[in-house]
């Protein structure tokens, strides 16, 4: 049964641009008069008015606003600063929405279904919101509901931010931005698709097996369909109630959660692409539980490959290793100090792995993690584009980088002292590319989930 809210509606289109096109307008109209005119805009009052509009919007730009702040320089710093704060809590849609859009996945008799089914919204994102019911047999549920004519908004929104970057690439060349919107453009239709993201969630369980501290959600295929999905309630708190818990509590959440992310990567070439604070909560054990499987990258083997190349050649200042790294991931043609300068980006990235002791993470600066370090890769990728031209960053970057940034902004947050050289080398120890390709691509028949493009 198809609602007729969610058709891709030319009206429905039309009314998105209008309300996104005027607040993309505004950006375009000050970056183009401060290049071409050399009138000077207070950036960060108008990033700070950009975040309020598209705060008001629900739909994937305020996604994409929220992940464009954690990749290094995407945007301008002002932008990316007041992107950061962007959070996905939009008002939820009402009973009469939640009435519809149940009965249009589940039939008229959609309420028999459940032994009860809250009325009010247990939490609003981006793109849905998640409702608690209860099944006849006792066991909690978690339904997550899709708002309506998300197509058309994914569809409007990405028009749109084609639109500013290629402005943005006009103003400021040191990065090429093509790859970056082909890679939101497939990972925000594929949240559409929840049918997919059940598989993902399935996929995780198995990939997680063997971790005890782990827990993901059981899917309910009778009860979910591709814009509907529903999964057993896990009950957690927020891991933000625990920064100011006993020192040896916080590096447990911590191990914990580096574990959620990166065994899936090194053991299988997949990563959770949200660390989104809403993703993950805390039991009372401990342990953590993983939550929403929409942005799932699946790498190819060779790029993970890459990332233990890169590892490898920092380690023993091999620049040679570095160079075949970069050029695995598809940098092509790099000067050698377009190499030093990545490599400055990449020793942040891989600097809490380089030192065999008990460290934090890291650093905060300007209250965005790693953002004094992009900016000044950024500034030496400008000095360099006078001669060389700008880095074009491959796709996979996006959520790599964001997983990257979005824990270490976690770890921060708990204030976290580990030896991470150690726990790092610990998962990589027995890393080979041919069984990576074999289990990677056992799993990935086994539930039906594509790699991604």
């Keep these: 049964m198809e609602d007729k809210l969610d058709q891709n509606s030319v009206g429905g289109k039309i009314r998105r641009y209008g309300k996104v096109s005027g607040t993309m307008a505004g950006l375009a109209a000050r970056l183009a008069g401060e290049k071409y005119l050399g009138l000077r805009i207070e950036r960060e009052d108008h990033a700070e008015q950009l975040m309020q509009a598209l705060g008001n919007l629900k739909g994937p730009l305020m996604k994409v606003g929220q992940i464009l702040a954690t990749i290094p320089e995407a945007l301008p710093p002002e932008y990316a600063r007041a992107f950061q704060e962007l959070q996905a809590n939009a008002p939820s849609m009402g009973w009469p929405f939640v009435r519809r859009r149940m009965k249009a996945e589940l039939g008229p008799d959609w309420g028999s279904k459940f032994a009860s089914f809250e009325k009010e919204a247990a939490a609003a994102a981006s793109l849905g919101q998640v409702h608690k019911a209860t099944a006849h047999d006792g066991q909690m549920l978690a339904c997550k509901l899709q708002y309506p004519d998300m197509q058309s908004a994914i569809s409007t929104d990405l028009s749109q931010l084609k639109i500013i970057f290629s402005l943005y690439e006009r103003y400021d060349k040191a990065i090429k931005t093509g790859q970056i919107h082909d890679e939101l453009s497939a990972r925000l239709f594929e949240e559409l698709d929840y049918g997919l993201e059940a598989q993902h969630s399935k996929l995780y369980t198995y990939m997680l097996r ?48 580096f574990r959620a992310w990166y065994v899936p990567l090194y053991h ?98 300007g209250g965005v993690y790693g953002r004094e370090t992009a900016e000044k890769v950024h500034q030496k990728l400008r000095e360099l584009n006078k001669s060389t031209g700008g880095i074009s960053v491959p796709r996979e970057f996006v959520f790599m980088d964001r997983a990257a940034l979005g824990l270490g902004s976690v770890f921060l947050h708990l204030k976290a002292e580990i030896n991470w050289y150690r726990v790092f080398n610990e998962l990589i120890a027995d890393f080979d590319l041919e069984s990576l390709r074999a289990r990677q691509k056992a799993a990935l028949n086994q539930f039906d989930v594509p790699l991604a493009a």
């Design 210 to 257: 063997d971790e005890p501290n782990v827990h993901v959600p059981e899917i309910i295929d009778n009860l979910s369909t591709r814009r509907l999905l529903t999964g057993t309630w896990l009950e957690g708190e927020k891991i933000l109630n625990f920064v100011d818990a006993h020192p040896d509590q916080r590096n447990e959440l911590a191990m914990n959660m």
């Design 268 to 365: 299988y070439g997949i990563i959770h692409g949200d660390p989104h604070l809403g993703n993950y909560t805390v039991r009372r054990d401990n342990s953590i539980n993983l939550l929403d499987f929409g942005c799932v990258r699946v790498f190819q083997p060779e790029f993970i490959g890459g990332v233990i190349d890169l590892y490898n050649a920092l380690t023993n200042d091999d620049i040679a290793l570095a160079v075949h790294a970069y050029e695995t991931w598809g940098f092509h043609d790099l000067s050698k100090d377009q190499i030093e300068t990545l490599n400055i980006w990449a020793n942040f990235l891989y600097g809490p792995v380089m030192e065999d002791k008990i460290r934090p993470i890291g650093e905060v600066s």
